[in-house]
Structures are given as C-alpha cells and as structure tokens.
C-alpha cells in the first residue's frame, strides 16, 4: 500500500454555506409553474368600430361563412352520387339553400362573441374554403382518372368517356397553328 500523503492531517476546507435565501425555498422545479404562481395578464378588448365598419366587417363574415356552407353542399352531392340516394341530394339543396341563411346568422353571433369571431375571421375566408376548393377539384380528377381506366362508368360526377376526352383533344389545333399558317 502506498502511504498517505504528507498534508493527510490538515483538514479539509469548509464547505460552502448556503445562502439564505435559498435555505428557506422549496427544492427547484423544472417546468412551467402552475396557474396559481404564474402573473396575471389581462387581454386587451377589440378596438371598437363604427357602426359602418361593423356592418362591412359582419356582412364579410356572413358571406364567407355562407359560401363555405355552401362548399360543403357540394359533399352531399357527392355522397348521393356515391351511394344512389336521393336523401343526400335533398340535404345538399336545403343546406344550399340555407346557406345565405348560416352565414347571417353565424356573422350576428360573431357580434357579440369573441370566440367565433375569430373563428369565422381565420377560417371562413382564407384556409378552409381554399382547402374545400382543392378537395372539389382533386375529387373530379380522381373521378375522371378513374373513368379513364374502367373503375367508374363514364357520366359518374360528370365525367366522361375516355374515348370522348382523346377525341376533343385530338381534333383542336394548338393555338399557334392560326398564326404560323399567315
């Protein structure tokens, strides 16, 4: 064994003391701390409007939320075509018709609730019926391809025969061809 080192009989240094403060605290917390530690904040209001922008702030509201209605009408057609019933087309026409209606209605709502205001605001004009609009077109291609192949019979959500599309493709000039004959 080897021998201990000379100083082995001087003490160690005293360790450090804690600080006061931190003596008398709980052990640290990792995370977010609960509701009850966390500051108050209030929202700031809307800024109020005049009553002509409140009108043309409602009626933009109504007539996003009326078309996304009646985007969605468009479903139920697509339902009764799929399925044979009739029922689908009739809930597509009353949620069509009734959609100038919805969107009144969800427009007043937004008046005095903040909630579907900003619902409506970020929704209703912009995402979702960009995202409706897309899906209306990627269904009638999808069901145009599938006709093209035999999955469907040409005439389902109007489509048409592949024979048919090949045909007026064929028979059109480019429409160039005017211009490089003169």
């Known amino acids: 064994m080897a021998a201990p080192p000379a100083d082995a009989d001087t003490p160690?240094?005293?360790k450090k003391a804690p600080r006061e403060d931190q003596a008398a605290e709980q052990p640290k917390r990792r995370g977010r701390p609960p509701k009850s530690q966390r500051a108050r904040t209030e929202t700031a209001s809307a800024p109020k409007l005049s009553e002509a922008e409140?009108?043309?702030?409602?009626?933009k509201r109504a007539k996003s939320v009326a078309e996304t209605a009646g985007m969605l009408a468009g479903g139920f057609l697509v339902a009764a075509k799929i399925t044979g019933h009739d029922a689908f087309k009739a809930d597509a026409y009353t949620f069509q018709a009734l959609s100038p209606q919805i969107g009144d209605a969800a427009a007043e709502v937004a008046k005095y609730d903040p909630v579907m205001a900003r619902f409506i605001d970020k929704s209703g004009g912009g995402k979702v019926t960009a995202y409706l609009g897309l899906a209306t077109v990627a269904l009638g291609?999808?069901?145009?391809?599938?006709a093209n192949h035999?999955?469907?019979k040409p005439g389902f959500m109007n489509t048409s025969a592949p024979a048919d599309i090949i045909a007026h493709y064929e028979s059109e000039e480019p429409p160039d061809a005017d211009a490089e004959q003169k």
Do not use: D, F, I, R
């Not at 409140?54 to 009626?59: D, I, P, S």
């Not at 291609?141 to 599938?146: C, F, P």
């Open 12 to 14: 160690a240094p005293p």
């Open 54 to 59: 409140q009108e043309a702030l409602t009626a």
């Open 141 to 146: 291609l999808g069901s145009q391809l599938a």
């Open 150 to 152: 035999g999955l469907v």
